[in-house]
């Protein structure tokens, strides 16, 4: 037997849900499937259970895209301030972070509860532990092309489709290909994916000498030649994570070196010659570790002079050490992959869907919304934010 509705949704995330709701308010038949065992898992776990769930100053700047301009349509019609809406009608209670992120206070369940509460109250039917197989179309009248498909729970029918089954990253939560590989089903492009915001990984020598930091955490400014964040930074017991560090992830290419300013706030140079004439007997290390902690001194700087006195630095010298510190060279071995990576760059095409509706331009009836798609924000709410957006976007249309 075959259940027709008129909308399958794949994937019950952020970008599904919001889809489904929308489509359902506008009294379309819809059906959600996905292969978990529960719906949400990636909005559970993120925030550290309490989902960062948008940010208050949303940009396309604030997106990568092999097409740059794609996410302006959508951002700009479901904004931040229209998701804020909705979290407040629900009574949820939020707080702002720095850099303009929106955590829930209690928990990443509210949002979740949110979702699931909007869907039911729009008749939309979530089904769970369905794996699909194939998909195809078929003719739904004389005129119109729909799709079927067929799954472990049987076969079903749709005259939309809409992929919203996420990407690559942090599989133990059940992440798979199976977006990349409808599309390339229906020889739809797919730009090549990689890791995005994960912590990097250090050379075997480099991991040895940092081994002692592990738990550390400083501020610094985070550079290569295409992007620049001062964020706070980790080490870890294999390399480099937190914020800045999972930011310039997007932006690096394997092989490539980037820069670390230790002391993004302040000018070394200036503030040790000032120390000198003041303090002249004082050791570079005691100077130094206003700024950083001492076993970072110790295990980072252990070639610098950090027992001598400042009267015995020379200027040049004081300008040699200020630019060790402000330019701290690394090159990674590479990143932790998709294990602990909070994203998937690349993906669908950008520029074989339309922006307003999320539609394939070779495929009527085949919608592709979320992670799924060549779109991937910064860490701080900006990829729910995309799910909000493209998911709200497509369920206007379906």
Excluded at 135 to 163: I, K, M, Q
Excluded at 353 to 374: A, H, N, R, W
Excluded at 381 to 390: C, E, P
Aim: aromatic content about 8%; glycine content about 8%.
């Amino acid at each position: 037997m075959t259940t027709a509705v008129d909308v399958i949704v794949i994937g019950a995330g952020a970008a599904g849900l919001m889809c489904a709701i929308e489509a359902a308010k506008r009294g379309r038949r819809v059906l959600v499937l996905d292969h978990a065992n529960k719906p949400g898992k990636k909005i559970l776990m993120s925030g550290g259970g309490r989902c960062n769930f948008t940010n208050m100053d949303i940009d396309a700047d604030n997106f990568l895209s092999r097409n740059p301009h794609f996410c302006k349509s959508a951002l700009s019609r479901y904004t931040q301030w229209d998701f804020i809406a909705l979290v407040e009608k629900h009574g949820i209670p939020f707080h702002e972070r720095e850099h303009g992120q929106l955590f829930c206070n209690d928990s990443s369940k509210d949002i979740l509860a949110m979702l699931l509460d909007e869907a039911a109250n729009a008749n939309v039917k979530v089904q769970l532990e369905t794996t699909i197989g194939d998909v195809r179309n078929y003719e739904s009248d004389a005129t119109a092309t729909g799709f079927e498909l067929l799954s472990n729970r049987g076969a079903y029918r749709c005259d939309a489709l809409v992929v919203a089954s996420g990407g690559l990253s942090i599989p133990r939560m059940g992440a798979t290909p199976f977006g990349y590989q409808l599309a390339a089903r229906f020889a739809i492009k797919i730009q090549p994916t990689r890791a995005g915001l994960v912590p990097f990984t250090l050379h075997a020598d480099d991991h040895i000498q940092r081994a002692a930091l592990s738990g550390v955490a400083i501020e610094c400014r985070a550079s290569n030649a295409r992007q620049s964040y001062e964020r706070s930074m980790l080490f870890t017991h294999r390399g480099l994570s937190g914020p800045a560090m999972l930011q310039l992830s997007s932006y690096w290419e394997p092989g490539e070196s980037f820069s670390l300013d230790l002391c993004p706030q302040t000018d070394l140079t200036s503030v040790l010659e000032s120390l000198r004439e003041q303090s002249p007997r004082m050791q570079l290390n005691t100077a130094l570790h206003e700024w950083l902690p001492r076993r970072v001194i110790s295990s980072l700087l252990s070639e610098l002079p950090l027992e001598d006195a400042l009267r015995s630095l020379s200027s040049r010298r004081i300008e040699d050490i200020a630019r060790t510190l402000h330019n701290w060279q690394v090159k990674p071995a590479g990143t932790e992959g998709y294990r602990t990576a909070e994203v998937t760059l690349g993906g669908v095409d950008c520029d074989a869907l339309s922006s307003k509706t999320m539609q394939s331009k070779q495929v009527p009836g085949l919608y592709f919304i979320g992670e799924v798609v060549d779109v991937t924000g910064w860490l701080g709410g900006y990829n729910f934010q995309w799910a909000w957006s493209s998911g709200w976007c497509a369920g206007q249309y379906v």
